[in-house]
Every structure is written in C-alpha cells, then in structure tokens.
C-alpha cells in the first residue's frame, strides 16, 4: 500500500542539505574568472548593488557588466552544452522553474543594456584558459 505524502511535510534531509550547497556568490565558475582578471590587472566591484539583476562583476569606468552564469541554473542556450541538462524528475517544478530564471535573465539584461550597460555573460563550460585570454582582450579593447 502506498503512503501519500502531503506537500507540507517536512523536506527531506538529504535534498535539504544537498541544496544548502547551492550558493549565489562566490561559485567556482566565479572564481575562476576573478582570479583570471585580477591577475590581467583588471579591478572591478562585486555584486553590482544598486543594478538590476545583480551583476557578478562591474566595471564602472568601462560601464560594464559580466555575468557568470552557471549553464544548468540559467538554462545555457547553446545545444552542445551538457551542463544545461533538463532534470527528469520533478518536471512541474523544473521546467516553469529553469524557464523562469531564464527569461528573467533576458529582461534584466535589456534593462541594463537600455541604460547604457555593456554586457558579458560568461558560461560556465565555457571558461577555459583561452576563453578567459579572449575575456581579458575584450575587455582591454573596452575604453576608460
């Protein structure tokens, strides 16, 4: 016989923890890029406060604007990347979920641009060595 389980009941302790390990700064991927940049010379501000959607880094004399996206969170467009995979459980949840984050990463980036905000969004399967020299280039070329 099977035991229903109402929505209310307490959440399982394992997936609690496991998405307890989700952080909103300070990823990896964000690291990676900080590290590449500061070490190019480059210096920005964290966590643009004060700016739609919160950018990762900002370079304000340059008014620039990077993003560091991980693919699965923000559903990375591009059809090879194996990041960006589709959960199969739990669809109800995941797909309004993932779409939504997507979608609201596309108007904040209009707002921004309409502002006269230059923007960048790194990927995280795509930050490589040669990636990050490209970044770093793109970012030079950028006047003052």
């Avoid at 010379?41 to 406060?49: A, D, P, S, T, V």
Wanted: aromatic share 6%; net charge positive.
């Amino acid at each position: 016989m099977r035991q229903l389980v109402s929505k209310t009941s307490k959440p399982d302790a394992a997936r609690s923890a496991q998405m307890a390990l989700v952080r909103g700064k300070d990823t990896r991927p964000e690291l990676r890029v900080r590290r590449a940049l500061h070490a190019a010379g480059l210096r920005y501000r964290l966590q643009g406060k004060g700016l739609s959607g919160k950018p990762d880094l900002v370079f304000r004399s340059r008014r620039l604007l990077i993003f560091i996206h991980g693919c699965f969170w923000h559903q990375h467009p591009d059809p090879d990347c194996r990041l960006a995979r589709m959960p199969k459980s739990r669809l109800d949840f995941w797909v309004p979920k993932l779409r939504g984050n997507r979608q609201r990463d596309l108007r904040v980036k209009a707002t921004l641009e309409s502002q006269g905000w230059k923007i960048i969004e790194v990927w995280e399967c795509k930050i490589t060595p040669e990636q990050l020299r490209k970044l770093i280039v793109e970012i030079g070329l950028l006047k003052r």
